[in-house]
């Protein structure tokens, strides 16, 4: 056997290997990271509940060019955002589909690019001393060219930087001494 022989069949056989372990990875993922903030659930739902005001705290808004539209209810279930941008933030609908006030948001995540998925997205808010425990979550199914590509890419650990960061930014809207002081 040659050597160039020997390499192709070391080749297939590792690239056989991935596929098979990519195949044996779970069919559904969930991803959460969780921030106290130093002001009351009631104080901070007006941020979540108005898909507006994400905006002014969300990591996925890096596109200064992308196209929002809203739509459906003004705030709360039946609310609706829908994005086209860059790479970096691809394009896709959120939609807020049930709302336990001011303890959970629920929404539906569609996203067309740049890969097509369904995810839950939740917010749980819950008090904790003077302040709230803030839990953001994602749940959703992990077809298999997912599995394949969460084989290369940390997916958990990439969602989660991104979830700390949208966190960060809404710790810092909601512990502002006006936004408290204006809470109802």
């Not at 509940?49 to 809203?70: C, G, I, Q, Y």
């Amino acid at each position: 056997m040659s050597i160039i022989a020997i390499v192709a069949v070391v080749i297939a056989l590792a690239i056989a290997g991935v596929l098979i372990y990519a195949a044996t990875k779970p069919d559904a993922f969930g991803y959460s990271r969780t921030k106290h903030i130093q002001a009351t659930p009631d104080q901070i739902w007006p941020l979540i509940v108005d898909l507006k005001e994400h905006h002014a705290w969300s990591p996925f808004e890096k596109d200064p060019n992308m196209k929002r539209t809203h739509s459906g209810a003004a705030s709360g279930p039946g609310s609706v955002y829908e994005w086209s941008g860059n790479r970096e933030v691809g394009s896709g609908k959120l939609e807020i589909v049930g709302a336990s006030v001011p303890s959970r948001l629920q929404m539906k995540l569609h996203m067309y690019a740049p890969m097509k998925a369904l995810n839950d997205v939740e917010f749980i808010l819950v008090p904790n001393g003077g302040g709230t425990d803030f839990t953001w979550a994602m749940r959703g199914q992990q077809p298999y060219m997912a599995k394949l590509f969460s084989t290369f890419v940390d997916c958990e650990k990439m969602c989660g930087n991104m979830f700390e960061e949208g966190l960060g930014k809404l710790k810092v809207l909601a512990e502002k001494p006006a936004l408290r002081g204006n809470a109802a």
